[in-house]
């Protein structure tokens, strides 16, 4: 199926997408990075899957969430009748189940099940037994997924399969549940009491951003998604729940997104502390302090869900990946690259939990300060840059533009909370970094900024030079920046990140148009007074949400097809963000800028 027919579901510790055609096709367990998971995604049918749908083709198929929740209900309607297949994740905490109930809407309609598990990226077949209460155990090295139904289900070709007909009023509730293999299996659980704390936890959840104005139903999705992100153990936030969803259908360019990245900080405590979640924006920023811990020049640009640093990446042979492309990538190899700007995300985002009230403490600061004497050695180096180019070491614009965010921020914090800091030394090197950047990123012929000092080759980052407060958005030179991003980087009326066949960033092919920059665009548009344009672009960005409402990382145009990894968190992000900058109260434009929306 293509990417956009599918929908997420998840209980804050795991997730799973689930298509259109009632097929579960993605599923990690017991986290987001764990290879104890189904993989039919990025693989083919025989790799892992579980699929409840009618034997005969539906006529119909309709699909929502629950109100505001992340209870999933599919509605297959056929020649027979119509049944409507209710999905969810409960939070028990002590195991992860997937609950799947057919529920009887109209007529006699008859059903199949299929379940396919395959663990360890498809690579693993369990043994399956059935044990004296009539469960169904596969184990299969540390990992047990559990069975539960009423439904009879018999093996058959290394599947377990079943058929049964459904009649209106009736229900057919199946429970997968995961557990180790060396306990006892993971104790039942009521599925009716599951589904009405299910309900009762997103809706309360989703209560809590209370607006009802514009955009308010698309912001709450967007932010259920950014919760259905988060390792609730840690607070730590995953850019992704996949791996290796092409940003160009058959091509190479597959990474791995099951992590945490400092890159989206910033935005992230923003969406959240100005959509009301301050709970969940701090347990984010005290994971970002236990990440970053340590020594400095160890710090990393990604982690895992609980501050795992080593993320080695390998390649998954036998699965055929998404489409073809390929390779399917497990692991992210731009863990170890060297990437200028997280340590201006790192100083802005403290500095705004400060601002927001999240306050701050002296263990905090005190590694802030080692952080900033470190940056103070390398701020003059090439790096990979915000893109994680796997070519050449460059002096990325960006990245010396957040190198001056950086110290900006740390002087901001120390001035406002009168915190002992060398703000003198700090103003010399903020000063002589803003010199730098005007001097050897601008190119006067082109009028715009560019990707790299000495470059002519244009790249969507700069557009955030207004919005970390880099230059007004008066300054000529911004101006003319989004004037060369209009002319040269817009595609079909959303943004390109950069000419990936122009630029040697070591990787070959092409991709689609990055929907976070689109956000970003919306975000300047408001920034010089042209809030027709940000409105436009922002609905059209809303009209490439799926029917559940999810965005992926990217989309293509000629194809009106999603791409990337799905559903992406800074996608949402971006949503949220650029929603409050239009129409509500709070605006983080004016929050990172400093400069008021016109």
């Given at each position: 199926m293509r990417i956009e027919d599918y929908a997420i579901i998840g209980d804050c510790g795991t997730a799973a997408l689930i298509g259109r055609n009632g097929s579960v096709d993605w599923l990690c367990w017991p986290r987001f990075d764990s290879r104890a998971c189904f993989s039919a995604l990025i693989g083919n049918v025989d790799n892992g899957r579980w699929l409840i749908a009618p034997r005969d083709d539906a006529t119909k198929v309709t699909r929502r969430y629950l109100d505001d929740t992340l209870v999933l209900e599919t509605t297959f309607e056929t020649r027979d009748g119509a049944v409507t297949l209710v999905d969810f994740m409960p939070q028990r905490g002590a195991a992860s189940d997937l609950v799947r109930i057919v529920k009887?809407?109209?007529?006699?309609?008859?059903?199949?099940?299929?379940?396919?598990?395959?663990?360890?990226?498809?690579?693993?077949?369990?043994?399956?037994?059935?044990?004296?209460?009539?469960?169904?155990?596969?184990?299969?090295?540390?990992?047990?997924?559990?069975?539960?139904?009423?439904?009879?289900?018999?093996?058959?070709?290394?599947?377990?399969?079943?058929?049964?007909?459904?009649?209106?009023?009736?229900?057919?509730?199946?429970?997968?549940s995961y557990g180790v293999s060396y306990r006892d299996p993971p104790e039942a659980i009521d599925w009716q009491t599951a589904l009405k704390n299910t309900i009762s936890f997103w809706k309360d959840w989703s209560q809590r951003f209370p607006d009802d104005g514009p955009y308010a139903g698309e912001m709450r999705r967007s932010l259920m998604v950014l919760k259905a992100l988060t390792y609730l153990p840690t607070g730590g936030i995953v850019a992704a729940p996949t791996t290796s969803l092409p940003e160009q259908l058959g091509g190479a360019r597959n990474w791995d997104y099951r992590y945490c990245w400092l890159r989206d900080a910033t935005f992230t405590l923003l969406a959240l502390m100005n959509s009301g979640y301050f709970d969940e924006a701090g347990r984010w920023r005290d994971w970002l302090l236990?990440?970053?811990?340590?020594?400095?020049?160890?710090?990393?640009?990604?982690?895992?869900?609980?501050?795992?640093?080593?993320?080695?990446?390998?390649?998954?042979?036998?699965?055929?990946?998404?489409?073809?492309?390929?390779?399917?990538?497990?692991?992210?190899?731009?863990?170890?690259?060297?990437?200028?700007?997280?340590?201006?995300?790192?100083?802005?985002?403290?500095?705004?939990?400060?601002?927001?009230?999240?306050?701050?403490?002296?263990?905090?600061?005190?590694?802030?300060?080692?952080?900033?004497?470190?940056?103070?050695?390398?701020?003059?180096?090439?790096?990979?840059?915000?893109?994680?180019?796997?070519?050449?070491?460059?002096?990325?614009?960006?990245?010396?533009?957040?190198?001056?965010?950086?110290?900006?921020?740390?002087?901001?914090?120390?001035?406002?909370?009168?915190?002992?800091?060398?703000?003198?030394?700090?103003?010399?090197?903020?000063?002589?970094?803003?010199?730098?950047?005007?001097?050897?990123?601008?190119?006067?012929?082109?009028?715009?900024?560019?990707?790299?000092?000495?470059?002519?080759q244009l790249d969507s980052s700069p557009l955030l030079m207004a919005l970390v407060g880099f230059l007004p958005p008066t300054?000529?030179?911004?101006?003319?920046?989004?004037?060369?991003?209009?002319?040269?980087?817009?595609?079909?009326?959303?943004?390109?990140?950069?000419?990936?066949?122009?630029?040697?960033?070591?990787?070959?092919?092409?991709?689609?148009?990055?929907?976070?920059?689109?956000?970003?665009?919306?975000?300047?548009?408001?920034?010089?007074?042209?809030?027709?344009?940000?409105?436009?672009?922002f609905e059209r960005l809303l009209s490439l949400r799926n029917d559940v409402g999810l965005l992926s990382e990217e989309y293509d145009t000629k194809r009106c097809r999603m791409l990337g990894n799905f559903p992406q968190a800074l996608s949402h992000i971006g949503l949220i963000n650029t929603g409050h900058n239009l129409i509500r109260r709070e605006k983080p434009a004016e929050q990172r800028s400093g400069h008021k929306l016109k």
């Open positions: 009887g809407v109209r007529g006699r309609v008859p059903m199949r099940v299929e379940l396919v598990i395959r663990l360890d990226y498809g690579s693993v077949v369990p043994c399956v037994t059935r044990l004296s209460d009539g469960t169904l155990q596969a184990i299969a090295g540390p990992d047990m997924l559990v069975l539960r139904t009423h439904c009879p289900l018999r093996g058959e070709n290394l599947k377990t399969v079943g058929d049964f007909t459904i009649a209106e009023g009736e229900t057919m509730p199946f429970v997968l236990r990440a970053i811990a340590g020594m400095p020049s160890q710090v990393q640009i990604m982690y895992g869900i609980t501050g795992t640093r080593r993320l080695d990446e390998w390649e998954v042979p036998w699965l055929d990946g998404y489409e073809g492309a390929h390779p399917v990538r497990i692991g992210n190899a731009a863990s170890n690259q060297l990437q200028l700007d997280i340590y201006g995300e790192i100083m802005d985002a403290l500095h705004m939990a400060r601002c927001g009230g999240l306050g701050g403490n002296e263990t905090a600061w005190a590694l802030q300060i080692k952080l900033l004497e470190h940056l103070e050695t390398i701020w003059q180096d090439p790096d990979e840059g915000i893109w994680e180019i796997r070519g050449p070491k460059q002096h990325f614009t960006f990245s010396k533009v957040m190198a001056w965010v950086a110290f900006d921020r740390a002087i901001k914090s120390a001035e406002k909370d009168k915190l002992t800091a060398p703000i003198k030394k700090w103003r010399g090197l903020r000063d002589k970094i803003h010199a730098q950047i005007c001097k050897k990123a601008y190119d006067s012929e082109l009028g715009s900024f560019t990707q790299s000092y000495g470059s002519r300054d000529h030179r911004i101006q003319g920046t989004v004037h060369a991003i209009e002319t040269s980087l817009m595609r079909d009326g959303f943004v390109r990140r950069y000419e990936t066949d122009l630029t040697e960033d070591g990787l070959p092919g092409s991709e689609g148009v990055f929907l976070a920059c689109s956000f970003w665009l919306a975000d300047t548009y408001l920034l010089l007074g042209r809030r027709e344009d940000a409105r436009q672009l």
